[in-house]
């Protein structure tokens, strides 16, 4: 099951890279609207595949359960296996276009390379998270149900109310409060690092050069991967939190 | 061999067991019994650490089982439902349990006793659940290990299959191994058993040999003597 959908998720990137390729016949306008796809796609598929393989291998869990085997080595490589797979299909069905295209010879590598991995970042987060959720509920519709809906809040909700908060108080100065709200949501600083990486970052309008001002500079970089690190570190701590006193 | 000291569990509002004591020595052929829901196998989950107890102390073997995985290794478990990844092959199945455990060549013994060659090559998902109970008890019993656990051994087992099993479950307590099993089959467990372990909502009630509970109750046979603790219980 996990190997098939695999294979159909990295021909999907392999296909996504050809048609982008051939249509902007540019490297980097191609890697503007693959960043697009990415955002948003990446976490959603993480999410998907996260709960139903969670909740596809149950029985399988179960029975390494019985053997004398540690609880985190199975859930831990559980995770690994799925947001490692992902994250392969990602790399390589993105990546074997791109080279092909002659990605070594272009100043647009780096910028594809930050999209990479802030996109195994996104698989990684969104993978543990789908896990989480599928370890505290019983019911497989409940857990879909969750994990579709944390998806949505991050990718779609939370722009929305952050926006929203911005009007609401736009007579205060905001420059701390956007910044801080970016961090919190994968989503949104995995956006924000690579607009301002691919030099576009006029299109953010005023706050445009507060976040070009932190996020521009390596220690905004440095700050930024280290919210991504602590993101990816917490869920996979609670899996094996809750993994060591859930009853079978 | 497994010791079990003032066990509780509760799953939300259900408590399940409520202060189980019990010793079990080494060598012999043990039977668990009980109405539906008395936590039979929630007994032996917690033996086997797959239920987290709420309060309550297992050693087995001499080892505490909070927070240690190795103790397993002495452990062959056969789940009450043979519940197997539905995809794989039962001959990929037996290879992958025996690398996580240890080689054995018990399994091609077994496999033959149990008439399963034919079925090697088919997919878990698409074997009757008699044969999926004749797979699971390949699996548990192909490693040599002292403390065996059978939940609900005889489920879908055809009549000559049963006689396989019993005498299989014999030879081990030949060897000198302890077996633990819960079952609802009557004559089953009077044939083979040696002592049994009668839990009533959450409590051992009973413990000793068939003979001793024909005594207790003053029933000629040991169906009846279980109906009159059940009667006598309203359970």
């Known amino acids: ?248 | 061999m497994v010791t079990i000291e003032n066990l509780h569990k509760k799953f939300g509002k259900n408590q399940v067991l409520s202060g189980i004591d019990l010793n079990i020595s080494e060598g012999g052929i043990f039977a668990v019994l009980g109405p539906n829901g008395s936590g039979k196998t929630t007994l032996i989950k917690s033996v086997l650490g797959m239920v987290i107890p709420d309060k309550g102390n297992i050693t087995v073997l001499g080892e505490n089982i909070k927070k240690n995985s190795e103790y397993r290794h002495k452990i062959d478990y056969l789940p009450q439902i043979a519940n197997f990844p539905s995809n794989l092959r039962v001959k990929e199945l037996i290879k992958m349990i025996k690398d996580l455990r240890k080689p054995t060549n018990e399994d091609e013994r077994l496999i033959e006793l149990f008439r399963l060659e034919p079925f090697l090559d088919k997919k878990l998902g698409n074997l009757s659940g008699g044969t999926k109970q004749k797979v699971n008890l390949v699996l548990t019993f192909m490693f040599d290990s002292p403390l065996i656990i059978l939940d609900e051994p005889t489920t879908g087992l055809d009549p000559i299959s049963l006689i396989r099993l019993k005498d299989l479950i014999k030879a081990e307590k030949a060897k000198g191994k302890t077996v633990l099993i819960t079952s609802h089959i009557m004559s089953f467990v009077e044939e083979i058993s040696d002592e049994i372990v009668f839990i009533l909502e959450g409590k051992i009630y009973f413990k000793g040999t068939i003979q001793k509970l024909k005594t207790k109750t003053n029933q000629p046979d040991f169906e009846h003597a279980i109906a009159s603790i059940l009667t006598d219980n309203h359970a």
């Open chain 1, 1 to 248: 099951m996990r190997s098939r959908w695999s294979y159909v998720y990295f021909a999907f990137y392999l296909l996504l890279g050809v048609v982008l390729l051939f249509l902007n016949n540019d490297l980097s306008k191609a890697v503007i609207t693959l960043m697009n796809v990415i955002i948003v796609l990446v976490p959603l598929i993480g999410t998907i595949f996260g709960v139903m393989y969670y909740y596809n291998s149950q029985e399988f869990t179960e029975l390494l359960l019985a053997q004398p085997i540690k609880r985190s080595s199975i859930f831990l490589g559980q995770y690994l296996g799925v947001a490692l797979s992902l994250s392969m299909s990602l790399i390589l069905g993105l990546g074997i276009p791109f080279v092909f295209y002659g990605l070594f010879e272009s100043s647009a590598i780096w910028d594809f390379s930050l999209l990479l991995i802030t996109g195994t970042f996104l698989t990684l987060i969104f993978t543990a998270l789908a896990f989480n959720i599928a370890l505290s509920n019983e019911n497989k519709i409940k857990g879909f149900g969750y994990a579709i809906l944390l998806w949505l809040f991050l990718a779609v909700i939370y722009d929305g109310l952050f926006l929203m908060t911005l009007i609401l108080f736009e007579d205060y100065p905001l420059d701390k409060v956007s910044l801080i709200g970016t961090m919190l949501n994968p989503i949104d600083l995995s956006r924000t690092l690579i607009l301002l990486k691919l030099d576009i970052s006029a299109l953010l309008g005023y706050t445009g050069a507060v976040f070009k001002q932190f996020f521009g500079t390596s220690f905004g970089l440095i700050v930024s991967f280290v919210m991504l690190t602590i993101w990816v570190v917490m869920p996979v701590l609670r899996i094996v939190f809750k993994s060591k006193k859930k009853d079978f």
